[in-house]
């Protein structure tokens, strides 16, 4: 199963580091049956792509907690087995955990199809974002419009080999 890891770039630095995605357990993203219903459609590539949105979606939540961390966001697509990936049962009705599963333990980086992240031109839409994320989750119209604006941009491809020039 293709899961979406969610992180920022010290934590892709940490996991390159180590090796390794981790400590577990690890929230990812991945083609749920209820992300299938949600988005309402049966190609697995716009399924897989909705699952990558929301992975960046959490992403952003981890910038807007990390104030130091440069503002791209990072998804790391990662195999893993069917059985490692479980859907939180505890959110199943929490329309922000759409897709979200649990990886219970540490995930080799070796497993790793690729890496996405922002481009550096979306760094001041990104740093918005983040900003205005609480005011959104408040209700504030306003602030999801700039939160949205983020979203605008579409994550780059990576390959693995290409995280020291994402980190230098």
Same mark, same amino acid.
């Given at each position: 199963?293709?899961?979406?890891?969610?992180?920022?770039?010290?934590?892709?630095?940490?996991?390159?580091?180590?090796?390794?995605?981790?400590?577990?357990?690890?929230? !990812?993203?991945?083609?749920?049956? *209820?992300?299938?219903?949600?988005?309402?459609? $049966? /190609?697995? &590539?716009?399924?897989?792509? %909705? =699952?990558?949105?929301?992975?960046?979606?959490?992403?952003?939540?981890?910038?807007?907690?990390?104030?130091?961390?440069?503002?791209?966001?990072?998804?790391?697509?990662?195999?893993?087995?069917?059985?490692?990936?479980?859907?939180?049962?505890?959110?199943?009705?929490?329309?922000?955990?759409?897709?979200?599963?649990?990886?219970?333990? !540490?995930?080799?980086?070796?497993? *790793?199809?690729?890496?996405?992240?922002?481009? $550096? /031109?979306? &760094?001041?839409?990104?740093? %918005? =974002?983040?900003?205005?994320?609480?005011?959104?989750?408040?209700?504030?119209?306003?602030?999801?419009?700039?939160?949205?604006?983020?979203?605008?941009?579409?994550?780059?491809?990576?390959?693995?080999?290409?995280?020291?020039?994402?980190?230098?």
């Amino acid at each position: 199963m293709r899961v979406y890891v969610p992180l920022t770039l010290p934590g892709l630095a940490q996991a390159h580091k180590a090796g390794e995605l981790g400590p577990g357990p690890l929230t !990812a993203y991945a083609v749920t049956p *209820a992300l299938r219903e949600w988005y309402v459609s $049966d /190609d697995i &590539e716009e399924l897989e792509y %909705a =699952a990558l949105n929301r992975a960046a979606s959490a992403s952003l939540r981890l910038l807007a907690g990390d104030p130091e961390a440069p503002r791209r966001r990072v998804v790391v697509a990662v195999d893993v087995a069917d059985k490692d990936a479980t859907v939180d049962p505890d959110r199943g009705l929490d329309a922000g955990s759409i897709g979200e599963v649990r990886i219970a333990g !540490a995930v080799p980086l070796a497993k *790793a199809a690729a890496v996405h992240a922002d481009a $550096d /031109d979306a &760094e001041a839409d990104v740093t %918005a =974002a983040a900003d205005a994320l609480g005011a959104a989750d408040q209700g504030d119209d306003d602030a999801q419009f700039v939160v949205d604006g983020a979203e605008d941009h579409e994550l780059l491809w990576f390959g693995v080999q290409e995280i020291p020039g994402l980190l230098g």
